[in-house]
């Protein structure tokens, strides 16, 4: 698959040099002022419940292993929890149901939804559970939530996710994990000693967490690096496309745009209010670094990839009714959604490819629809084969069943506000990101629907239309 994808689409693809990654350009598409949102059609549908975003927060986001350090999961989760508590008012007791989101699950705290609700002060009473899925875990929280409104089942969600990198569990060897069980059933002093006799050097050989496909056991970064040169993305664009999500992430974090982050008061250090990975380069310093996964001719870098990032997030909920009726003023609608699973090693990435077109679909929309789009940003090369494949007519043809193109968006409405690549991606809270980013952009830019993508590990992917609220 991977050899047709890179003879085919190199001679099949339209030139996609029209789609320049220079900051310039991409800054200049910022300057928008907050507007009215554009008359169009409402996506409300006659007899099914109007679900709304009412609000979102996030923790900062940091790298792992600095401020955040000595915390463990559900301290990042009570405090996004409390950050969403504190900014809307709203009742504990109105909560009807938690759904978090994680990925690399901290064994003491399995379900990391119900301890940080509880740690945050939510009544015991309120159910609790925790879903995973990948790169899209916080997302499958959300839909869920979406469900469980227009169910029924509940009026007031609260949704999120959390990720955190600088403590992943490290277990030990097979043998040296049933050595150990079994002293711990062994009866007599004689079977303890025989056991411990048994124990070798090689049984204290850890084993590490990878970022790595169980089906292929290949790292991500390495199908990433693939898929790039399949849909032939060079080097320099994929540099310049981190530079893109850089420069526009700290020009929006300057300007105060991110305003879903809550501080954080870490115990024994100083309060936490903003991203720490933020940090614009240059072309000459980023074409320093060596590739980081296919070596010595890879042309993905840490400087073109998502960096492991602590961080949580969480969002409000609500039916329309309901949140008016406790005079709250909603976001945005949460419209249409799909997910989408294909070949884990060869398409691992290309989520976004396949989920934009039938979400599009089940709304009645198209392309030129959208005014805001918020794809997650795993890797520039990621970015950039998605937007290449969306652009190809026989990628659509023939890797896809579809007829035509559904086309690339355009990259001034495309993360203007940076993305995971500057930002941070804890696994599992940037889609909750995503979906709030897109909700202040709408209003920011008078729009009035806006397109939340995102890839995931084992070739899934996840697509959602978010609807402006009247202003």
Not at 25 to 47: E, Y
Not at 388 to 395: N, R, V
Request: with cysteine; net charge positive.
């Amino acid at each position: 698959m991977a050899t047709m994808l890179l003879k085919s689409f190199r001679s099949n693809l339209v030139n996609f040099r029209a789609y320049q990654f220079g900051a310039e350009r991409c800054i200049s598409a910022t300057a928008s002022v907050q507007a009215q949102a554009k008359s169009k059609k409402t996506l409300a549908k006659p007899g099914v419940k109007n679900v709304v975003l009412v609000e979102g927060v996030r923790t900062p986001f940091l790298q792992s292993g600095t401020t955040y350090a000595d915390l463990m999961p559900h301290d990042l989760a009570r405090a996004a929890l409390q950050g969403l508590l504190h900014r809307t008012g709203l009742p504990k007791e109105a909560v009807d149901y938690i759904v978090y989101g994680t990925v690399i699950q901290e064994v003491k705290t399995s379900n990391v939804a119900r301890e940080a609700a509880l740690g945050a002060g939510f009544s015991d009473k309120t159910p609790a559970h925790t879903v995973t899925m990948a790169c899209i875990s916080s997302n499958q929280a959300m839909t869920t939530a979406v469900g469980l409104i227009a169910a029924g089942q509940c009026d007031a969600v609260v949704a999120g996710g959390v990720e955190f990198m600088s403590d992943v569990p490290i277990r030990h060897s097979r043998k040296m994990r049933k050595t150990m069980l079994s002293l711990n059933k062994a009866k007599t002093l004689g079977a303890r000693l025989s056991l411990l006799g048994s124990i070798r050097l090689a049984h204290l050989s850890p084993e590490l967490p990878a970022v790595a496909e169980f089906s292929t056991a290949e790292t991500m970064g390495h199908s990433a690096d693939r898929l790039a040169a399949a849909f032939g993305v060079s080097r320099q664009e994929q540099d310049e496309f981190a530079l893109r999500s850089h420069t526009l992430a700290k020009k929006a974090q300057d300007e105060g745009l991110l305003s879903d982050i809550v501080g954080f008061k870490v115990p024994g250090k100083d309060i936490v209010s903003k991203d720490n990975g933020i940090r614009p380069s240059t072309m000459e310093q980023m074409a320093k670094l060596k590739p980081a996964f296919v070596k010595p001719h890879g042309t993905v870098t840490a400087a073109n990839s998502s960096y492991l990032t602590d961080g949580a997030s969480a969002v409000l909920i609500m039916s329309e009714e309901k949140a008016l009726a406790m005079g709250y003023k909603p976001k945005a609608y949460l419209r249409d959604f799909v997910y989408v699973s294909q070949d884990p090693k060869d398409q691992l990435l290309l989520g976004p490819t396949y989920a934009t077109p039938k979400v599009l679909e089940r709304s009645g929309l198209t392309l030129a629809d959208i005014d805001v789009f918020e794809f997650h940003e795993a890797f520039a090369g990621q970015i950039l084969a998605n937007l290449k494949a969306m652009e190809s007519d026989w990628f659509a043809q023939n890797c896809m069943g579809r007829k035509a193109k559904v086309g690339a968006p355009p990259l001034d409405k495309f993360n203007m506000w940076g993305g995971s690549l500057s930002l941070g991606h804890p696994f599992a809270a940037t889609g909750c990101r995503l979906v709030t980013t897109v909700a202040h952009r709408l209003k920011k830019e008078g729009g009035q629907y806006g397109l939340v993508a995102a890839c995931a590990a084992g070739g899934q992917g996840h697509a959602m239309v978010i609807e402006a609220y009247p202003q």
